[in-house]
């Protein structure tokens, strides 16, 4: 993103044709207002970016069919000269002709056409370059089919144009397209600019269109009316004001003219910025001045202006920046009592008379300058030094200022909070974007971040760097057929219009289209994979994220999918989705026994209610901006983290779930209750400490990484951030069980690795001390052998407790209370594993009765310890 420097933000409204409320499209549903249509096109136009253009920021819907769009945008145009009223030099006037051609060329190399060409439009930069404004307005409104207003000047629009006549929204209801303009219409549109510099003033604008043209054409074929101008000129105009379109240049054809050659070495040719993702060297142009002092900031320069104009606009956003009240304030919005908007005849038929076209709703092209001034002073007090944070560890030694202290205080507030802090927010957008430009060199410092918060501005690039998305994946994607029919297409056809279609953007034709060409790439590359429903569901935060880039939509998804998913979309997926659900089950059990034990007696089983939740990552019961926040959690952790997520959302709804039957649970959950997203993350990672990693072992998980294989998070400091299944298999460890023999126990088990791990055993047969590193990343564990004494006695596993499984339970089922069990009941809490070489099961089915929370069984039992060398024997008493 290129810097904003001496540029604006400038704001215009405009209003999208109405639809009639009546009428259906073909699939039955109601037709997509215009101005969704218009958003959606819109988003391209973010991603245009060129010297001789104005850059597009946001657009945003507003009541009636308003739109506002934000573009960046400059005080002086090509008016200031006809306002001068002398003629423009030769040399500018070159000038002027290259750089527009430069801009247009660029636009009908991505297919766009400016159709709307005027002085007003053709902005300067403080070094007195060209900027085309609103050159999007022709794109966005197909073609001015979903708009009441013609697009364009008719004393700049050339004869082809006029002659078309202006095209009516009413038509393009029927399926009546416009044909499109092509590039030579706005060759037109610079003769005529061109041609009103080398005069110093206005065409008459007291003639009719006809008249008009004849004198143009008049003026130029005829030399009797010629002006003093040179001849270069005078040939550069009779190419740009050629009559017949046949013969007229194309604006890439006419940079080729001798008089603008005599300009083109002053212009180096435009290199498009390389993309993060990508093979090409990020580096390969970079250029330092001569002079590197140049670099460095001069007292009292704004840094700000350092900044992109995307980024100034999202932090004015957060500053309390309105749009609406901004244009109100300059009269550009104008509202009306309602009694002003009513006829002044109602007929019987419902037909008025006497009320005249409302005015505001033509296109006013009018463009305000949003002031800065309330953003510049909330960040006031942010030093220089905050807009260039170094990224190695030296920085913790640096004195930190006032500003630095407070926004490190501002990380324990709550995330929607911290998301809406101007100045926390700079810091993490300034932070994250020298990350991400540095990836993959600093993958681990973007993981170590990202577990503090991610700056919404900047989610997308960063989830597509945790998941570990390298190399030119635009190639990739293009090399994927997207085009051929395929029997899912007419299934993926019916999702989309159901997938989070409250959005805005992802309900619009352009975000239906780019959801069928990303759904259809995944279904193409993957042939030993199906389309199930919910995979929609899976693609929409990617999609919406990623907007302009499918690309890398299909990147992240496809990396998303094994990790988390891994053969969920096989075509026979019953046994992965079974084993999944059977540890969901024992997860709940380990957590909260005593909701598990009353879902299990009203028989309110996973099966029930879970399916959407895993298959979809939640993205099927939860909207957008709760999803965005909790994978901003679930991307920083293996794929036992949804069983966590999954657990916290029950023990939301806990007080409602025990209070309630199997028909009244049927019906929360059919609608499902406001979830506290944010408590959910908290308690989701709290959850997943207490679970050791072997207890969610699942057979159908992801096989194990090659070496040197990535996965997007590095060297991760947390002992829970791999997979259980990418660490090397050894003796030690889990034995996967068959599925009925897995439903048959309510506790999981974990390896034997992971208890000598946890426990801290070491060769001298005796537990360590836990350290205080060890208590903030490990649980606490206690093993229990059930045993009876004579074997426990012939060795046990150092700091375990016996308690005799024949003399643990009562005939009712309690403990029955021993010094052992009063151990037991002191340890509550703590991860309990039952160690045997028979009756684990039973013993902890039986603990898990009597809602002992965080029981686990030892995998192989205590015969899995017996060639460890860590059993121990009790010493003799003398």
Not at 323 to 348: A, D, M, V, Y
Request: proline residues 7%; glycine residues 6%; charged residues 25%.
């Amino acid at each position: 993103m290129p810097p904003m420097k001496d540029a604006r933000l400038g704001a215009s409204t405009f209003f999208a044709s109405a639809l009639p409320h009546d009428i259906c499209g073909s699939n039955g549903l109601p037709l997509t207002p215009n101005s969704i249509k218009i958003l959606g096109r819109f988003q391209i136009l973010k991603t245009v970016s060129h010297p001789r253009l104005c850059r597009y920021v946001d657009i945003s819907r507003g009541k009636h069919e308003r739109l506002i769009v934000v573009a960046e945008h400059y005080e002086r145009s090509l008016e200031d000269f006809q306002r001068a009223g002398k003629p423009v030099s030769q040399d500018k006037v070159l000038q002027v002709a290259y750089e527009i051609l430069e801009g247009l060329e660029f636009m009908n190399k991505h297919g766009m056409m400016h159709r709307a060409l005027a002085p007003r439009n053709v902005l300067m930069d403080c070094r007195g370059n060209v900027k085309l404004a609103k050159f999007g307005l022709y794109h966005m409104t197909n073609h001015g089919a979903d708009v009441d207003f013609p697009i364009g000047y008719p004393s700049y629009l050339a004869p082809e144009v006029i002659a078309k006549g202006p095209s009516r929204p009413s038509d393009c209801s029927h399926g009546e397209l416009p044909r499109p303009s092509g590039p030579k219409v706005d060759v037109w549109s610079l003769g005529i600019l061109l041609f009103e510099l080398c005069v110093g003033r206005r065409l008459l604008q007291s003639f009719d269109i006809s008249e008009r043209l004849k004198f143009i054409l008049t003026l130029v074929i005829t030399p009797e009316y010629q002006f003093e101008l040179p001849e270069n000129v005078l040939t550069l105009l009779r190419k740009c004001l050629t009559f017949q379109p046949s013969r007229r240049p194309t604006p890439s054809e006419l940079l080729k003219d001798p008089a603008l050659q005599e300009v083109s070495h002053l212009y180096t040719p435009f290199r498009k910025p390389v993309s993060l993702f990508s093979s090409s060297l990020r580096c390969a142009y970079l250029e330092l001045p001569e002079d590197i002092s140049e670099l460095c900031q001069d007292e009292g320069e704004e840094y700000l202006a350092e900044r992109s104009i995307e980024e100034v606009y999202h932090l004015w956003c957060l500053a309390g920046g309105d749009l609406e009240k901004e244009l109100t304030n300059k009269e550009i919005i104008q509202s009306k009592p309602p009694i002003c908007t009513l006829p002044n005849f109602l007929l019987e038929d419902g037909e008025c008379f006497g009320q005249g076209r409302d005015r505001s709703f033509l296109l006013d092209d009018t463009t305000i300058t949003l002031s800065l001034c309330q953003l510049k002073n909330r960040l006031k007090d942010v030093t220089g030094e905050a807009y260039y944070p170094l990224l190695d560890d030296e920085q913790s030694s640096l004195p930190q200022s006032n500003s630095s202290s407070e926004l490190s205080a501002a990380v324990a507030l709550p995330l929607v909070i911290r998301e809406r802090d101007t100045e926390y927010q700079l810091l993490r957008i300034v932070l994250f974007d020298r990350l991400l430009q540095a990836y993959p060199y600093k993958k681990n410092q973007v993981w170590k971040e990202a577990r503090v918060d991610i700056p919404p501005l900047l989610r997308g690039l960063t989830w597509a760097a945790l998941l570990g998305i390298e190399g030119d994946i635009q190639a990739k994607y293009d090399g994927i057929d997207k085009d051929t029919p395929i029997p899912t297409d007419r299934q993926i056809e019916v999702d989309i219009p159901r997938c989070h279609q409250y959005d805005e953007l992802l309900s619009s034709p352009q975000g239906h289209m780019k959801f069928r060409r990303v759904l259809k790439a995944w279904v193409v590359s993957h042939p030993d994979l199906v389309y199930w429903q919910g995979l929609d569901s899976l693609c929409a935060p990617f999609l919406y994220l990623n907007f302009n880039n499918e690309a890398l939509a299909y990147a992240c998804m496809s990396a998303f999918i094994p990790k988390y998913l891994y053969n969920f979309f096989l075509k026979d997926n019953s046994h992965v989705i079974q084993e999944y659900l059977t540890v969901f089950s024992q997860m709940i059990a380990f957590h909260d026994p005593e909701l598990s034990n009353h879902l299990n007696e009203i028989g309110f089983i996973p099966d029930l209610y879970a399916i959407p939740w895993f298959l979809t990552m939640f993205t099927h019961v939860f909207p957008l901006h709760k999803i965005f926040h909790l994978w901003d959690t679930l991307l920083l952790g293996n794929s036992s983290f949804p069983f966590c997520i999954g657990v916290a959302i029950l023990q939301q709804l806990r007080d409602r779930l025990l209070a309630n039957g199997f028909n009244e649970c049927i019906l929360l959950f059919s609608d499902l209750p406001e979830i506290d997203i944010e408590r959910c993350v908290r308690e989701s990672i709290n959850l997943f400490c207490w679970t050791p990693k072997s207890a969610t072992y699942r057979q159908h998980a992801q096989p194990p990484k090659v070496a040197g294989d990535n996965n997007g998070f590095g060297k991760t400091p947390s002992y829970y951030s791999s997979d259980y299944q990418d660490l090397p298999k050894t003796d030690l460890s889990r034995e996967p069980l068959k599925l009925s023999e897995l439903k048959a126990e309510s506790s999981p088990r974990i390896s034997a690795e992971d208890l000598i791990d946890l426990c801290e055993l070491s060769g001298s047969g005796h537990c360590k001390a836990p350290t205080k590193k060890t208590k903030s990343s490990k649980p606490k564990i206690l093993a229990v052998d059930i045993r009876s004494s004579e074997d426990f006695s012939r060795g046990h596993i150092p700091g375990s407790i016996n308690i005799p499984y024949s003399t643990a339970f009562g005939p009712d089922g309690e403990l029955v209370q021993c010094p052992a069990t009063s151990t037991l009941q002191s340890f509550r809490g703590r991860v309990i594993v039952i160690v045997s070489h028979a009756v684990m099961r039973a013993f902890a089915a039986h603990l898990v009765k009597v809602n002992y929370p965080r029981v686990c069984i030892l995998d192989g039992g205590i015969n899995k310890m017996k060639f460890t060398g860590l059993l121990t024997v009790p010493s003799p008493q003398i």
